[in-house]
């Protein structure tokens, strides 16, 4: 894992732009990649949580068809080629909700 401090950078949120604390950088061999109806995807880890509704899921329980912020499940693959790095924002100001592409 390695940690790199942020204090000029400010990351979207519902609430505007607010300030984050750092980006963690994770090396993980297993990954979920998801595709969406309107031709998106994303490759994110099991435990990353997503916004289904009003309740944030763990990846790895979610399902073709599942609804995530508006965008269908279409395709599920497990363990994909990938660079396998991983980042997550750490100490979102109110909060660990943000929006990413």
Do not use: A, Q, W
Request: contains cysteine.
């Amino acid at each position: 894992m390695t940690y790199k401090e942020n204090s000029k950078y400010e990351v979207l949120t519902k609430d505007g732009f607010k300030d984050f604390k750092g980006i963690k950088k994770t090396y993980r061999e297993d990954s979920i990649k998801l595709y969406f109806n309107d031709e998106t995807d994303i490759i994110v880890t099991p435990e990353h949580r997503l916004l289904k509704g009003s309740e944030y899921i763990y990846t790895k329980n979610l399902s073709i068809g599942d609804d995530i912020s508006g965008k269908k499940i279409t395709k599920i693959e497990y363990n994909v080629e990938c660079s396998n790095n991983f980042y997550d924002l750490i100490d979102v100001d109110d909060g660990h909700n943000y929006i990413t592409s």
